[in-house]
């Protein structure tokens, strides 16, 4: 009888697989700002050892999610207002360029495919379900970054994203409603092949995040 020879899972999966789960649990609230994070206290919890752990670790500080300090420990980051705002706006830019560079390839399917999502959307926030509201909204968005062909945009969206992504949470929970209606309009804009309607729909989109961080606290931190 011959031997299946089987090749191991390689080690970048679950190191990806503990960075969705540590990232979701930031996102969500359930490690908040300023927790006390611990390689071995994770990795125990999500059944993992402990270096794909540390090694998603170090991607979520890169990311902004976590400071380590040295010899002390590693913590969930504060939402600063000044550095969340920073981020918005790069990825607003990069947005709105992946819009500009797609809206004229979009495809049927395309078009398809970010109706569907969108209805995903509308039924997510109805059911007051923040987590598949955002996802649906990714997906969304991620047609016409992939549309439009540009690897370092989506690159740069991927980098800055997760600073954002626990305002845009709060965002959804309390002003989802009036995105439906703007997908609606960019999805029509980028059906016509009207770029300009769908860059300034884009804008108008994430200026409605960047509104609310000005409606945030004074003090830094939201």
Do not use: Y
């Not at 945009?153 to 002003?175: G, K």
């Not at 994430?206 to 945030?216: C, F, K, P, R, V």
């Amino acid at each position: 009888m011959s031997v299946v020879v089987l090749d191991p899972v390689p080690r970048v999966l679950l190191r990806d697989q503990a960075l969705i789960r540590i990232r979701g649990a930031i996102v969500a609230g359930d490690l908040p700002p300023g927790a006390v994070v611990k390689d071995a206290a994770l990795a125990t919890r999500l059944g993992l050892s402990v270096a794909p752990v540390r090694a998603a670790l170090a991607r979520l500080a890169d990311e902004g999610l976590v400071e380590a300090k040295p010899q002390s420990h590693t913590r969930v980051t504060p939402l600063v207002l000044e550095q969340v705002r920073d981020a918005a706006v790069v990825v607003r830019a990069m947005h709105e360029l992946a819009v500009r560079e797609a809206a004229g390839r979009v495809t049927a399917e395309d078009v398809a495919a970010m109706r569907a999502a969108n209805e995903r959307f509308a039924a997510a926030l109805r059911a007051a379900d923040v987590d598949a509201a955002m996802d649906a909204d990714d997906e969304l968005h991620d047609v016409l970054l992939a549309r439009c062909g540009n690897a370092a945009l989506v690159a740069t969206v991927d980098r800055f994203t997760p600073a954002i992504r626990r305002l845009e949470r709060q965002r959804f929970a309390a002003h989802g409603e009036g995105s439906v209606a703007l997908h609606d309009r960019l999805i029509a804009a980028c059906a016509a092949a009207d770029a300009d309607t769908a860059v300034a729909t884009t804008t108008e989109i994430w200026t409605a995040l960047l509104s609310q961080l000005e409606e945030t606290t004074d003090d830094g931190s939201c």
